[in-house]
């Protein structure tokens, strides 16, 4: 069956620039998670929704970044007024109901912040 | 201090050989653990999760010490497919969030 999709892949954009990234979970996941990972480091926690309920946003670096899931299915992680320090491959995962620790994570888009 | 703390390596191997990796948590009253593996410019992947008793998956053991806090990886006759960078991932059973480690970096040589 098909996986978690990202889009876009890679995302190259000016600082100052807004960037909206997308998220297709596995179809039937209800849990949701969005992670930031920097070169040479690990997946870092930013976000996490239950259906179209976003139970925990305490990962998020700034107000600068937002994330939605309004419908319970595909989410965007929103950032605006990129910074430098924003570039990273954004990852977004997805787990059945009850098993929230085996996540399925899609390829990831890479952002470059220029 | 970090939640979860990785040595990076690299660990180069050759093939045949048992390798182990370690991993140390913050938070005493963490519940659950896992180790994921990543491939160069992949996702990451469940590879087992991490029971209090110890568990075994063919040539891949994980173990738990809660009194160390740590958790380890044991890799025997390792193939050159095990190449990649294993994270450990550790749930504080405080939410829904999973800190990851850095990952330790794998090559097994021919």
């Known amino acids: 069956g098909a996986g978690v999709s990202q889009s876009p892949r890679y995302k190259v954009a000016k600082r100052g620039q807004d960037v909206a990234l997308r998220c297709d979970p596995i179809s039937g996941h209800v849990s949701l998670f969005w992670y930031q990972q920097a070169l040479g480091q690990g997946p870092e926690f930013l976000t996490y929704f239950q259906n179209e309920a976003q139970l925990d946003k305490s990962g998020l670096p700034s107000d600068r970044f937002f994330a939605e899931r309004p419908e319970g299915s595909v989410s965007t992680l929103k950032i605006q007024r990129t910074q430098q320090e924003d570039s990273a491959v954004y990852l977004c995962?997805?787990?059945?109901?009850?098993?929230?620790?085996?996540?399925?994570f899609g390829p990831g888009t890479r952002l470059t912040v220029t | 201090r970090k939640e979860v703390e990785q040595d990076p390596g690299p660990f180069n191997v050759p093939e045949g050989a048992t390798v182990a990796f370690n991993c140390t948590y913050s938070?005493?009253?963490?519940?659950?653990f896992f180790w994921y593996r990543q491939d160069c410019r992949k996702e990451p992947k469940l590879l087992m999760s991490?029971?209090?008793s110890g568990n075994e998956d063919g040539r891949f053991t994980a173990q738990l010490n809660r009194a160390s806090q740590y958790i380890s990886l044991l890799i025997r006759d390792s193939k050159l497919s095990d190449s990649a960078t294993y994270l450990c991932v550790v749930n504080p059973n405080t939410g829904n969030q999973f800190y990851f480690g850095t990952g330790t970096s794998l090559t097994v040589i021919p």
């Open positions: 995962a997805s787990s059945l109901a009850g098993r929230p620790y085996e996540q399925y």
């Open positions: 991490v029971y209090s």
């Open positions: 938070n005493s009253a963490s519940q659950s």
